[in-house]
């Protein structure tokens, strides 16, 4: 098993969490305002650096290390959600390089195979570089022990594939999903698990499975912030309740507009967490999920 994969399932046991919010912002100062609001509740924060206005690329003082700081205070991993889905030379530099240097920052970032399986070799090269050198100095100040108990994560970096989307219409096969198990088994020491809507692996496989378009119903809803479950937006983006998605098999929720415009979204993200984690004990996941295979969405 992947060690941040390892580190991920005990930081789930001891917060009792199984949310990722997904930080559907445009500026730096809502994604970390956000990051601190829902920090106590989850265990994975996700973010989209390119869609972000006023980037301070700083790697001490900058947006990245305010953000690691943040996660370090209130015990959560950091995934970029960057889709890489280029030729190796091209994804290694996005990956390492110009104002964001993801490598730097997130624990986790994801991909497309499209490119094939060099995709991600040319990212496990680079994740390797960054867990080799320096360790343990990282340059980021102002930790806060807010969790005791929790560990600081593996310097390790880890990957998940895009198996599976949650998106109308979207291309991404039943032949696409295998090749990507196929192509993660061969990566281990890199690959954690996977973004689907369940389990695409064997159950005794030690992969990860994250799952989006996830959302409540009209009436848990405390403020209508979310499009409710079982309808989609105006972008084919389509809706399933948390508790539904935990007993498909998925590990972790995957909540974006639902909690980031929420009118509070502390307690949006606090009431997301408790409605899946209850399903997760229900379920007794990870690693015996009750496994429901369902067709593709069209």
């Given at each position: 098993m992947h060690p941040l994969t390892s580190y991920l399932y005990d930081l789930m046991h001891l917060k009792r969490s199984n949310l990722c919010v997904s930080a559907d912002v445009t500026t730096t100062s809502a994604m970390l305002t956000l990051a601190e609001a829902v920090g106590p509740s989850i265990v994975v924060f996700k973010t989209h650096a390119d869609i972000l206005s006023n980037w301070d690329a700083d790697p001490h003082t900058g947006t990245g290390a305010k953000l690691a700081a943040i996660a370090r205070r209130y015990r959560f991993l950091i995934f970029e959600d960057r889709k890489f889905a280029d030729i190796g030379f091209t994804v290694q530099l996005q990956y390492s390089g110009g104002d964001y240097r993801i490598r730097e920052w997130a624990h986790v970032v994801n991909a497309h195979i499209l490119p094939g399986e060099d995709v991600v070799r040319a990212l496990k090269e680079r994740a390797f570089e960054w867990a080799g050198c320096n360790e343990g100095e990282d340059g980021f100040e102002g930790v806060d022990e807010r969790f005791e108990g929790i560990e600081e994560p593996p310097r390790e970096r880890g990957l998940l594939l895009l198996a599976q989307m949650s998106s109308k219409g979207n291309f991404l096969d039943e032949e696409y999903t295998r090749n990507c198990v196929s192509i993660a088994r061969k990566h281990q020491d890199f690959v954690m698990g996977f973004i689907a809507l369940q389990p695409v692996s064997e159950p005794e496989e030690?992969?990860?499975?994250?799952?989006?378009?996830?959302?409540?119903?009209?009436?848990?809803?405390?403020?209508?912030?979310?499009?409710?479950?079982?309808?989609?937006?105006?972008?084919?983006?389509?809706?399933?309740?948390?508790?539904?998605?935990?007993?498909?098999?998925?590990?972790?929720?995957?909540?974006?507009?639902?909690?980031?415009?929420?009118?509070?979204?502390?307690?949006?993200?606090?009431?997301?967490?408790?409605?899946?984690?209850?399903?997760?004990?229900?379920?007794?996941?990870?690693?015996?999920?009750?496994?429901?295979?369902?067709?593709?969405?069209?």
């Amino acid at each position: 098993m992947h060690p941040l994969t390892s580190y991920l399932y005990d930081l789930m046991h001891l917060k009792r969490s199984n949310l990722c919010v997904s930080a559907d912002v445009t500026t730096t100062s809502a994604m970390l305002t956000l990051a601190e609001a829902v920090g106590p509740s989850i265990v994975v924060f996700k973010t989209h650096a390119d869609i972000l206005s006023n980037w301070d690329a700083d790697p001490h003082t900058g947006t990245g290390a305010k953000l690691a700081a943040i996660a370090r205070r209130y015990r959560f991993l950091i995934f970029e959600d960057r889709k890489f889905a280029d030729i190796g030379f091209t994804v290694q530099l996005q990956y390492s390089g110009g104002d964001y240097r993801i490598r730097e920052w997130a624990h986790v970032v994801n991909a497309h195979i499209l490119p094939g399986e060099d995709v991600v070799r040319a990212l496990k090269e680079r994740a390797f570089e960054w867990a080799g050198c320096n360790e343990g100095e990282d340059g980021f100040e102002g930790v806060d022990e807010r969790f005791e108990g929790i560990e600081e994560p593996p310097r390790e970096r880890g990957l998940l594939l895009l198996a599976q989307m949650s998106s109308k219409g979207n291309f991404l096969d039943e032949e696409y999903t295998r090749n990507c198990v196929s192509i993660a088994r061969k990566h281990q020491d890199f690959v954690m698990g996977f973004i689907a809507l369940q389990p695409v692996s064997e159950p005794e496989e030690p992969f990860i499975v994250m799952t989006p378009g996830c959302a409540l119903s009209r009436e848990e809803s405390l403020d209508g912030s979310e499009f409710p479950s079982g309808e989609k937006d105006t972008l084919g983006q389509q809706y399933v309740h948390p508790r539904e998605l935990i007993l498909r098999g998925s590990d972790i929720i995957i909540v974006g507009t639902g909690i980031c415009n929420a009118v509070d979204p502390a307690a949006k993200a606090e009431q997301y967490r408790k409605v899946a984690w209850k399903a997760y004990e229900e379920g007794d996941a990870p690693n015996e999920p009750p496994v429901v295979w369902l067709p593709s969405m069209e």
